[in-house]
DNA sequence: ATGAGTGCAAAGGCTTTGCATTAGG
DNA sequence: CCTAATGCAAAGCCTTTGCACTCAT
């Protein structure tokens, strides 16, 4: 594996190919937008609506919507769905790290984590295949753990 | 492993157990918390509101509501999230077969599906110890394919 | 100049709640 | 009997949409 990236490298990385990644989907990589992958390259957690426009006051909701939407079009950006009413946005897999989620069913909080690479070898063996018999074509494999986080043990 | 039980004995089973949890938790097995589980033990897959509403006409909307989310408490019935903005509800997994779920990114659409024993057996070890570590509790874990389901491929 | 993007406000749609009535133990 | 459960309707809340204004190309 080679080494990560050093951070200016990754940030440049990311918002290139943000932008190229907007450009064959037609769309524009604006001030808000970009803004937007800022922020989301801060955080090591899936993002809720709320938490974007208390951490980016002056962004306007209906904006960040509509961003998160056209980011998400164009394979900037993941949704992710947890167990409370809120949608959390996060930088799609791919221009980060495969990941999977800690998710609190007590208060909803949502964290990331990582598993040894083995197992995660064999999921991705496992699920294509699997997925195939039942006329399932599958894109992608989700693994959640549900529990309590540390501030609701 | 033992044999599967019989159909008739496996309602016999559950409607005994979910009787003694509702219960345990201070509630009655009412005529339409009965109906609620005996629906979900019909289907192959997680209901929405809406399918529980057509399925079962008569029933009061407000009243699927608060019986699913007293079942849920109870342990009775499982609350499942996918990728569109419908909650699902399913059988709790202890009462029937640990399973999973393919979900459409297209149409929504929920079905379950079942992984390899020793698959399914190494991911339950490694997710108790990888939760510990970094403080979390894990109580369940939740793996799912995103893809397409054969009517939308 | 010209269409995409933005912001504000209003509308939508799933879900929850209030309250009077009914039923379970 | 007496509390919990039910049904209907209204309210809540996250999210989406309409529309006029602004900005980038």
Same mark, same amino acid.
């Given at each position: 594996?080679?080494?990560?990236?050093?951070?200016?490298?990754?940030?440049? @990385? %990311?918002?290139?190919?943000?932008?190229?990644?907007?450009?064959? @989907? /037609? =769309?524009?990589?604006?001030?808000?937008?970009? *803004?937007?992958?800022?922020?989301?390259?801060?955080?090591?957690?899936?993002?809720?609506?709320?938490?974007?426009?208390?951490?980016?006051?002056?962004?306007? =909701?209906?904006?960040?919507?509509?961003? %998160?939407?056209?980011?998400? =079009?164009?394979?900037?950006?993941?949704?992710?769905?947890?167990? @409370?009413? #809120?949608?959390?946005?996060?930088?799609? =897999?791919? &221009?980060?790290?495969?990941?999977?989620? %800690?998710?609190?069913? *007590? $208060?909803? *909080?949502? *964290?990331? #984590?990582?598993?040894?690479?083995? &197992?995660?070898?064999?999921?991705?063996?496992?699920?294509?295949? /699997? /997925?195939?018999?039942? /006329?399932? %074509?599958?894109?992608?494999?989700?693994?959640?753990?549900?529990?309590? $986080?540390?501030?609701?043990?």
């Amino acid at each position: 594996m080679p080494p990560a990236p050093s951070a200016s490298s990754r940030a440049h @990385d %990311l918002h290139a190919t943000a932008s190229q990644r907007l450009r064959s @989907d /037609g =769309q524009r990589y604006t001030t808000n937008r970009r *803004a937007l992958v800022a922020l989301l390259d801060t955080t090591d957690h899936p993002v809720t609506i709320a938490e974007v426009l208390t951490l980016r006051a002056g962004l306007a =909701q209906s904006s960040v919507y509509r961003n %998160l939407a056209v980011l998400e =079009q164009a394979g900037v950006v993941h949704r992710v769905v947890a167990n @409370d009413e #809120f949608t959390r946005f996060e930088l799609a =897999q791919d &221009l980060t790290e495969h990941h999977h989620h %800690l998710i609190c069913s *007590a $208060c909803g *909080a949502v *964290a990331d #984590f990582i598993i040894e690479p083995h &197992l995660e070898a064999s999921m991705a063996d496992a699920f294509a295949p /699997g /997925g195939e018999q039942t /006329g399932f %074509l599958t894109e992608h494999h989700r693994l959640d753990l549900v529990g309590h $986080c540390a501030d609701c043990r």
